[in-house]
Protein backbone atom coordinates (compact mmCIF):
# COMPACT_ATOMS: atom_id res chain seq x y z
CA UNK A 1 0.00 0.00 0.00
CA UNK A 2 3.03 2.42 0.96
CA UNK A 3 4.69 1.63 -2.16
CA UNK A 4 0.92 2.39 -4.39
CA UNK A 5 1.12 5.69 -2.27
CA UNK A 6 4.49 6.42 -3.36
CA UNK A 7 3.79 6.08 -6.30
CA UNK A 8 1.10 7.60 -7.25
CA UNK A 9 2.47 10.81 -5.18
CA UNK A 10 5.70 10.65 -8.30
CA UNK A 11 3.21 10.30 -10.90
CA UNK A 12 1.07 13.25 -10.14
CA UNK A 13 4.48 15.88 -9.75
CA UNK A 14 6.18 14.90 -12.76
CA UNK A 15 2.81 15.23 -14.79
CA UNK A 16 2.52 19.06 -12.90
CA UNK A 17 5.94 19.67 -14.08
CA UNK A 18 4.97 18.40 -17.81
CA UNK A 19 5.27 20.79 -20.39
CA UNK A 20 3.64 20.33 -23.72
CA UNK A 21 5.26 21.05 -27.16
CA UNK A 22 2.21 23.52 -27.96
CA UNK A 23 3.56 25.80 -24.93
CA UNK A 24 6.77 25.53 -26.51
CA UNK A 25 5.69 27.18 -30.07
CA UNK A 26 5.56 31.12 -31.15
CA UNK A 27 2.46 32.32 -32.83
CA UNK A 28 0.84 28.84 -33.00
CA UNK A 29 -2.38 29.25 -33.89
CA UNK A 30 -1.20 31.17 -37.36
CA UNK A 31 -2.55 29.15 -40.19
CA UNK A 32 -1.55 25.85 -41.16
CA UNK A 33 1.30 25.18 -43.72
CA UNK A 34 -0.32 26.73 -47.43
CA UNK A 35 -2.51 28.86 -45.70
CA UNK A 36 -1.66 32.91 -45.75
CA UNK A 37 -2.82 35.71 -43.71
CA UNK A 38 -2.35 38.95 -43.61
CA UNK A 39 -1.75 41.51 -40.59
CA UNK A 40 -2.14 45.57 -40.24
CA UNK A 41 0.66 46.56 -38.59
CA UNK A 42 1.24 50.54 -37.73
CA UNK A 43 4.86 51.22 -37.10
CA UNK A 44 5.17 54.12 -34.45
CA UNK A 45 7.00 56.97 -34.98
CA UNK A 46 9.26 57.90 -31.96
CA UNK A 47 8.81 61.36 -30.35
CA UNK A 48 11.83 62.99 -29.03
CA UNK A 49 12.29 63.23 -25.58
CA UNK A 50 14.78 65.10 -23.06
CA UNK A 51 17.94 63.15 -22.73
CA UNK A 52 18.35 61.88 -25.89
CA UNK A 53 21.31 61.56 -27.82
CA UNK A 54 21.51 62.27 -31.74
CA UNK A 55 23.63 61.69 -34.23
CA UNK A 56 23.69 65.04 -36.71
CA UNK A 57 26.14 65.72 -40.06
CA UNK A 58 25.74 68.57 -42.46
CA UNK A 59 27.85 67.77 -44.74
CA UNK A 60 28.31 69.60 -48.01
CA UNK A 61 30.48 68.96 -50.88
CA UNK A 62 33.88 71.66 -50.84
CA UNK A 63 35.34 73.51 -53.98
CA UNK A 64 38.44 70.33 -54.30
CA UNK A 65 35.59 68.04 -54.52
CA UNK A 66 35.79 66.94 -50.76
CA UNK A 67 33.01 65.95 -48.48
CA UNK A 68 33.63 68.29 -45.40
CA UNK A 69 31.05 67.70 -42.25
CA UNK A 70 30.99 71.15 -40.78
CA UNK A 71 29.95 69.83 -37.09
CA UNK A 72 32.81 67.08 -37.15
CA UNK A 73 30.90 64.87 -34.53
CA UNK A 74 33.05 62.27 -35.53
CA UNK A 75 36.91 63.14 -34.13
CA UNK A 76 39.51 61.04 -36.02
CA UNK A 77 42.70 59.98 -34.19
CA UNK A 78 44.95 58.17 -36.13
CA UNK A 79 42.34 56.65 -38.45
CA UNK A 80 39.94 55.35 -35.37
CA UNK A 81 36.57 56.94 -35.63
CA UNK A 82 36.24 58.06 -31.79
CA UNK A 83 32.13 57.80 -32.04
CA UNK A 84 32.42 53.96 -32.21
CA UNK A 85 30.67 52.55 -29.53
CA UNK A 86 28.68 53.70 -26.71
CA UNK A 87 30.83 55.93 -24.94
CA UNK A 88 31.75 57.50 -28.22
CA UNK A 89 28.29 57.90 -29.12
CA UNK A 90 27.40 59.83 -25.49
CA UNK A 91 30.73 62.00 -25.64
CA UNK A 92 30.34 63.30 -29.44
CA UNK A 93 26.26 62.95 -29.93
CA UNK A 94 24.22 65.98 -29.13
CA UNK A 95 22.09 65.66 -26.22
CA UNK A 96 18.65 66.86 -26.11
CA UNK A 97 18.72 68.95 -22.60
CA UNK A 98 15.46 69.11 -20.16
CA UNK A 99 14.36 71.83 -22.08
CA UNK A 100 14.25 69.70 -25.20
CA UNK A 101 17.04 72.17 -26.97
CA UNK A 102 19.97 70.71 -29.22
CA UNK A 103 22.76 73.33 -29.36
CA UNK A 104 24.01 73.05 -32.84
CA UNK A 105 27.28 74.94 -33.15
CA UNK A 106 27.34 77.90 -35.35
CA UNK A 107 23.58 77.36 -35.33
CA UNK A 108 22.42 77.94 -31.45
CA UNK A 109 20.06 76.11 -29.78
CA UNK A 110 16.88 74.47 -31.25
CA UNK A 111 13.96 72.59 -29.88
CA UNK A 112 13.60 69.20 -30.89
CA UNK A 113 11.36 67.38 -28.12
CA UNK A 114 8.11 66.30 -29.15
CA UNK A 115 9.52 65.94 -33.10
CA UNK A 116 9.99 62.19 -35.12
CA UNK A 117 13.66 62.14 -36.50
CA UNK A 118 12.11 63.07 -40.17
CA UNK A 119 11.03 66.21 -38.47
CA UNK A 120 13.55 67.29 -36.50
CA UNK A 121 16.00 66.36 -40.01
CA UNK A 122 14.01 68.82 -41.67
CA UNK A 123 14.15 71.39 -39.07
CA UNK A 124 17.77 70.99 -38.93
CA UNK A 125 18.39 71.52 -42.63
CA UNK A 126 16.26 74.66 -42.42
CA UNK A 127 18.16 75.89 -39.88
CA UNK A 128 21.43 75.06 -41.48
CA UNK A 129 20.69 76.30 -45.09
CA UNK A 130 20.50 79.79 -43.86
CA UNK A 131 24.53 79.18 -42.39
CA UNK A 132 25.72 76.80 -44.80
CA UNK A 133 25.36 76.75 -48.66
CA UNK A 134 24.19 73.17 -50.66
CA UNK A 135 24.39 71.30 -47.12
CA UNK A 136 22.74 68.14 -46.26
CA UNK A 137 21.61 66.89 -42.88
CA UNK A 138 21.73 63.64 -41.30
CA UNK A 139 19.87 63.03 -38.41
CA UNK A 140 19.69 59.77 -36.35
CA UNK A 141 18.86 58.13 -32.40
CA UNK A 142 21.87 56.99 -30.70
CA UNK A 143 19.86 56.58 -27.63
CA UNK A 144 17.58 53.47 -28.53
CA UNK A 145 18.41 51.18 -25.86
CA UNK A 146 15.84 48.49 -24.66
CA UNK A 147 15.87 46.11 -21.92
CA UNK A 148 14.85 42.43 -21.71
CA UNK A 149 14.69 40.41 -18.27
CA UNK A 150 13.19 37.43 -16.75
CA UNK A 151 12.89 34.35 -18.18
CA UNK A 152 15.46 34.77 -20.86
CA UNK A 153 19.15 33.26 -21.58
CA UNK A 154 20.81 37.10 -21.71
CA UNK A 155 19.00 39.06 -19.83
CA UNK A 156 20.22 42.89 -20.17
CA UNK A 157 20.41 46.24 -22.01
CA UNK A 158 20.61 46.35 -25.35
CA UNK A 159 21.09 48.97 -28.03
CA UNK A 160 19.27 49.22 -31.41
CA UNK A 161 21.07 50.17 -34.43
CA UNK A 162 17.60 49.91 -36.73
CA UNK A 163 14.72 52.72 -36.85
CA UNK A 164 12.42 49.38 -35.86
CA UNK A 165 12.32 46.49 -33.39
CA UNK A 166 9.82 44.46 -32.72
CA UNK A 167 9.36 42.35 -29.45
CA UNK A 168 10.42 39.07 -31.64
CA UNK A 169 13.81 40.55 -32.15
CA UNK A 170 14.13 42.32 -28.92
CA UNK A 171 13.94 38.63 -27.06
CA UNK A 172 15.95 36.94 -29.81
CA UNK A 173 18.77 39.81 -28.93
CA UNK A 174 18.23 38.37 -25.58
CA UNK A 175 19.27 34.75 -26.30
CA UNK A 176 15.71 33.78 -26.83
CA UNK A 177 13.57 32.28 -23.81
CA UNK A 178 14.32 30.37 -21.28
CA UNK A 179 13.32 26.56 -20.82
CA UNK A 180 11.11 28.53 -18.31
CA UNK A 181 10.01 31.42 -20.14
CA UNK A 182 6.62 32.02 -20.32
CA UNK A 183 5.15 32.80 -24.39
CA UNK A 184 1.78 33.85 -22.96
CA UNK A 185 2.69 36.32 -20.33
CA UNK A 186 4.97 38.73 -21.88
CA UNK A 187 4.95 42.70 -20.22
CA UNK A 188 5.94 45.35 -22.10
CA UNK A 189 7.04 48.72 -19.85
CA UNK A 190 7.07 51.94 -22.25
CA UNK A 191 8.08 55.06 -19.87
CA UNK A 192 7.08 58.37 -21.57
CA UNK A 193 6.86 62.05 -20.23
CA UNK A 194 3.56 61.46 -18.21
CA UNK A 195 4.74 58.42 -16.51
CA UNK A 196 4.35 54.35 -17.88
CA UNK A 197 2.11 52.70 -20.12
CA UNK A 198 2.45 48.69 -19.67
CA UNK A 199 1.51 46.43 -22.36
CA UNK A 200 0.47 42.48 -22.10
CA UNK A 201 1.67 39.97 -25.05
CA UNK A 202 0.81 36.21 -25.38
CA UNK A 203 3.71 35.53 -27.92
CA UNK A 204 1.62 32.10 -28.95
CA UNK A 205 -1.24 34.32 -30.52
CA UNK A 206 -1.37 35.80 -33.72
CA UNK A 207 -2.57 38.92 -32.24
CA UNK A 208 0.40 40.42 -31.10
CA UNK A 209 1.49 41.41 -34.99
CA UNK A 210 -1.29 44.04 -34.52
CA UNK A 211 -0.22 45.39 -31.20
CA UNK A 212 0.79 48.51 -29.86
CA UNK A 213 3.46 47.08 -28.00
CA UNK A 214 4.59 44.32 -31.20
CA UNK A 215 7.23 47.19 -32.20
CA UNK A 216 9.29 48.61 -29.55
CA UNK A 217 10.33 52.36 -28.95
CA UNK A 218 13.37 53.47 -26.90
CA UNK A 219 13.54 52.46 -23.37
CA UNK A 220 11.28 49.95 -23.43
CA UNK A 221 11.41 47.02 -21.16
CA UNK A 222 10.65 43.38 -22.02
CA UNK A 223 9.78 41.19 -18.87
CA UNK A 224 9.35 37.64 -19.60
CA UNK A 225 7.77 35.67 -16.96
CA UNK A 226 8.31 32.24 -16.05
CA UNK A 227 6.25 29.25 -16.08
CA UNK A 228 4.37 27.41 -12.84
CA UNK A 229 7.06 24.30 -13.40
CA UNK A 230 9.80 27.17 -12.37
CA UNK A 231 8.02 27.51 -8.94
CA UNK A 232 7.94 23.54 -8.72
CA UNK A 233 11.54 23.25 -9.23
CA UNK A 234 12.90 25.31 -7.17
CA UNK A 235 10.57 24.10 -4.36
CA UNK A 236 11.13 20.30 -5.34
CA UNK A 237 14.00 19.86 -2.37
CA UNK A 238 11.07 21.09 -0.29
CA UNK A 239 8.98 18.62 -1.54
CA UNK A 240 11.49 15.90 -1.58
CA UNK A 241 12.38 16.47 2.09
CA UNK A 242 8.68 16.38 3.40
CA UNK A 243 7.87 13.49 1.35
CA UNK A 244 11.07 11.95 2.83
CA UNK A 245 9.67 12.79 6.32
CA UNK A 246 6.24 11.62 5.70
CA UNK A 247 6.85 8.11 4.53
CA UNK A 248 9.49 7.96 7.26
CA UNK A 249 6.74 8.88 10.08
CA UNK A 250 3.83 6.58 8.43
CA UNK A 251 6.80 3.82 8.24
CA UNK A 252 7.42 4.02 12.22
CA UNK A 253 3.54 4.51 12.24
CA UNK A 254 2.76 1.12 11.15
CA UNK A 255 5.87 -0.44 12.84
CA UNK A 256 4.79 0.98 15.84
CA UNK A 257 1.36 -0.26 15.39
CA UNK A 258 2.26 -3.86 14.59
CA UNK A 259 4.96 -3.88 17.59
CA UNK A 260 2.22 -2.90 19.46
CA UNK A 261 -0.33 -5.52 18.45
Known sequence: MKQILLILIAVTL???????QKKLAYLNNLPVA????????????YKIQPRDILYITVKAMMPDGTINDFLTSARN????????????????????NPEGNIVIPAVGPIKVAGLT?????????????KVFKNSTVECKLLSFKFTVIGEVRAPGTYVNYNNYLTV????????????????????????????????????????????EAYFLLPNDVVIVEPLNQKIFSMNLPTF???LTGLTSTITMTLLL????K
Open 34 to 45: GGEETFTMEIPD
Open 14 to 20: LAASCTS
Open 77 to 96: YGGAYVTQGESGGYLYGFDV
Open 240 to 242: SFI
Open 257 to 260: INYL
Open 117 to 129: LEETRKLLQESAD
Open 168 to 211: LEAIGRAGGLGDYGNRNKVLIVRPFDKGTKTFRLNLQDKKILSS
